[in-house]
């Protein structure tokens, strides 16, 4: 069971990225998929996340309407798609996933639900 983040990379203040989350040794059906971040000094945040058991989404109060969740399933891979992107959103983005999708609907933006998580892509945002 492996999850592992890419994508990430050096953008000027208002460009865009799309990262990666690809999953292999299991499927992603019926697990949440959580969007982490972690800034040098700073606690892990997060950023956003998906129920794939029913498609339920959550959105970080400074993500919204600056970000998107989707999905390749042929890939067995997630995408974040980050827009209008700020210096403060620098840091090393994780995906992880937690089992808990299976069991309850919606997910949740708490590092602690999520038991599976892969290395970190850098995101730097600056001009």
């Known amino acids: 069971v492996q999850l592992q983040a890419s994508g990430g990379g050096l953008v000027q203040p208002g460009g865009s990225l799309k990262l990666s989350c690809a999953a292999s040794g299991y499927t992603l059906d019926d697990y949440a998929i959580g969007w982490f971040r972690q800034a040098p000094g700073k606690e892990r945040e997060g950023v956003s996340c998906?129920?794939?058991?029913?498609?339920?989404?959550h959105l970080g109060d400074s993500e919204k309407d600056r970000v998107t969740v989707s999905r390749d399933n042929s890939k067995n891979t997630l995408y974040l798609q980050m827009n209008s992107l700020k210096p403060e959103d620098t840091a090393v983005y994780y995906c992880a996933a937690g089992s808990f999708g299976r069991y309850i609907t919606g997910c949740y933006l708490t590092p602690g639900w999520y038991e599976n998580w892969g290395q970190g892509t850098q995101v730097t945002v600056s001009s």
């Open positions: 998906i129920n794939l058991s029913d498609n339920s989404t």
